[in-house]
């Protein structure tokens, strides 16, 4: 089988693959909400709680890894049925959407951007990008998105990250 097209995006402490088919964009859910159950255990214990804060988050990590490497096999459509918090978007459903730099506020560590849209029906979705997807997210979105699609950023390849237009 070909491997759709596909990059990783993080929302409300879930990692998602989104694999582009057709016009469908497929979220399959990766990982489930561990920060928040990290963070409850390991705020009491201090430093030996961040240490182990930050083991799980690595284990995590791997974990994802090996599991896309797993999702990659199949088609998107079958994987919609693994996790409740996977969905599929006809891309005629985005009323519009940006690719932008974080906010102040939302800014992480090795993230590169953000992905925000909103669809006919009101609803409004966000997904954090790290800089390899943000690159993946920029080659395929335009196409698929076209007009519904602003993009804000730019690749500085001299300071080796995306900056403002």
């Known amino acids: 089988m070909e491997v759709p097209a596909a990059f990783n995006a993080t929302s409300s402490n879930r990692s998602f693959r989104i694999y582009i088919k057709g016009h469908d964009l497929f979220f399959i859910c990766v990982t ?3 920060g928040a159950t990290v963070e409850a255990l390991t705020t009491p214990f201090g ?3 961040s240490l182990l804060g ?3 988050r690595a284990g995590e990590k791997k974990k994802a890894a090996s599991t896309i490497q797993r999702l990659d096999q199949v088609d998107p459509e079958l994987l919609l049925a693994e996790h409740r918090y996977s969905f599929k978007l006809y891309a ?8 932008d730099l974080p906010t102040v506020f939302g800014l992480r560590v090795g993230k590169g951007g953000r992905w925000k849209f909103s669809l006919l029906d009101g ?3 966000g997904f954090q990008l790290e800089n390899g997807d943000m690159k993946a997210a920029l080659n395929l979105l335009p196409e698929l998105l076209d007009s519904a699609l602003q993009i804000n950023v ?4 001299g300071k080796r990250r995306f900056q403002k237009k």
């Open 32 to 34: 489930g909400s561990l």
């Open 47 to 49: 430093p030996i709680g």
């Open 123 to 125: 609803r409004t979705m």
């Open 154 to 157: 730019e690749w500085d390849e």
């Open 92 to 99: 005629a459903e985005i009323r519009h959407a940006m690719i």
């Open 54 to 56: 930050l083991l799980a």
